[in-house]
């Protein structure tokens, strides 16, 4: 139920061509139409999808586009960052079909958090970003499942290999498609977390991309669903800072699960993560991060606000290097600890329990270890959920990642980045 333009191939020269539309099967209300035909010489690079080809052989471009063959008017968004808890944003999806933004627990279950995007409607299935300026861009990124096991009947798993999903780039705004990753059908029936490096040939001014699933056996058969997609735009922070107040999005990637609100005694902004039992991530991610040797992480705590203890559903904080989907935990030498009156050790540095005797805050400051540096570190604080028992609340305060300030300010300071002067002060 779309309007869709379709350009055909070009055929060789002197070649006899006579062009049928027709359906096989007609019911009551399959009902189309047709409209703005043309058969004839080829317009400069087929209007580039962006337009209509005219008898006088030149292109009549669409809103936005401009030149012989249509292209951008305007620069185009330099990265995508979806999470589908609200309704699709026209501003960075161009299309699709067979799908729709399902509330958490219904579909094919929570991929990373709340809602997803479930695929279960007859027809073609398929989703298509806008044209993005991926010129510097280093990666796309998504949660996937196709199906499930054991089978949910909401959820049924595909059976023959053209019911997988395929990832392809357009250059040409949907004229021509290429593979980047084929997602075999049987292979992701539990959530799995893709992370893959963008092609040299998708870094262009204009390209869209499209997940798209060939075939399939009809409504409610071969499902599938995706979460928190992005495509980064190749900018890495050198330093981030936030006190929530408000948050930065600019400097997050995704915060499943959250809210910036008071937590524990605590007046002012944090983010926070509240009780729950179901089986999502709450995490705080951050955007991509330029970390060079000596650089410092420093952020406030508070996991159970004394009202839970033991070691069930810790936050971790943990590090990943560029397009890869491997998180490893940061494991570092001791820094200084306010608040915590134990006796040092490297896993209490990245792995935050539940304390009743801890009501307080605890401020953190680490130096980056060697194997977290690189012009493309993401660094996130993770805690997985339980649909058996509620999880701790926790939130953060404070954060900051980047250059140190003199000793780390001593374990008795917070560090702040001046822009001005690029430089770091307690």
């Known amino acids: 139920r779309s309007e869709e333009r379709i350009p055909l191939p070009t055929f060789s020269a002197n070649s006899l061509l006579s062009v049928r539309w027709s359906q096989s099967r007609a019911y009551s209300d399959s009902t189309w139409a047709i409209d703005n035909v043309y058969v004839g010489p080829s317009c400069p690079g087929d209007c580039s999808n962006n337009g209509y080809c005219t008898s006088t052989g030149t292109c009549k471009c669409d809103p936005g586009y401009s030149g012989s063959s249509c292209l951008p008017s305007t620069p185009r968004p330099r990265r995508l960052l979806a999470d589908f808890e609200d309704d699709l944003d026209p501003l960075k999806w161009s299309k699709l079909l067979g799908g729709a933004v399902t509330p958490m627990q219904q579909g094919c279950g929570i991929l990373a958090s709340g809602r997803t995007l479930y695929f279960n409607k007859a027809g073609l299935r398929e989703l298509v970003t806008v044209d993005l300026d991926t010129s510097r861009s280093t990666l796309v990124q998504f949660y996937i499942r196709l199906g499930s096991s054991p089978s949910l009947s909401t959820c049924r798993r595909p059976s023959t290999t053209t019911e997988g999903v395929v990832l392809q780039y357009s250059t040409d705004s949907g004229l021509t498609w290429t593979n980047i990753q084929y997602f075999y059908y049987y292979q992701y029936t539990t959530v799995k977390f893709i992370s893959i490096s963008m092609p040299q040939g998708a870094k262009t001014p204009s390209t869209r991309f499209r997940w798209w699933q060939p075939t399939n056996s009809g409504p409610s058969n071969d499902n599938w669903a995706i979460d928190d997609v992005f495509i980064d735009d190749g900018v890495s922070l050198r330093a981030l800072q936030d006190d929530f107040n408000p948050i930065n999005n600019n400097q997050w990637l995704f915060n499943p699960s959250s809210n910036v609100e008071p937590f524990c005694g605590r007046n002012d902004s944090t983010l926070a993560f509240r009780t729950g039992t179901d089986s999502a991530v709450h995490a705080a991610v ?103 028992s509620p999880v701790p609340s926790w939130a953060l305060s404070n954060v900051y990642i980047g250059p140190p300030c003199t000793k780390l300010c001593s374990g008795h300071g917070r560090c702040y980045w001046n822009a001005k002067t690029s430089s770091a002060t307690c």
């Open 286 to 388: 951050t955007t991509t991060m330029n970390v060079s040797n000596g650089d410092m992480i420093q952020f406030e705590i508070n996991v159970g606000c004394a009202t839970n203890s033991g070691t069930a559903s810790p936050v971790t904080l943990s590090f990943a290097l560029g397009s890869s989907s491997s998180w490893t935990t940061l494991v570092t030498q001791c820094g200084y600890q306010s608040s915590l009156n134990r006796a040092c050790s490297p896993q209490w540095q990245s792995v935050y329990n539940a304390d009743l005797s801890s009501s307080t805050w605890r401020r953190i400051t680490l130096k980056i270890p060697s194997q977290a540096i690189s012009s493309g570190t993401r660094f996130a604080w993770t805690q997985s959920g339980t649909s058996s």
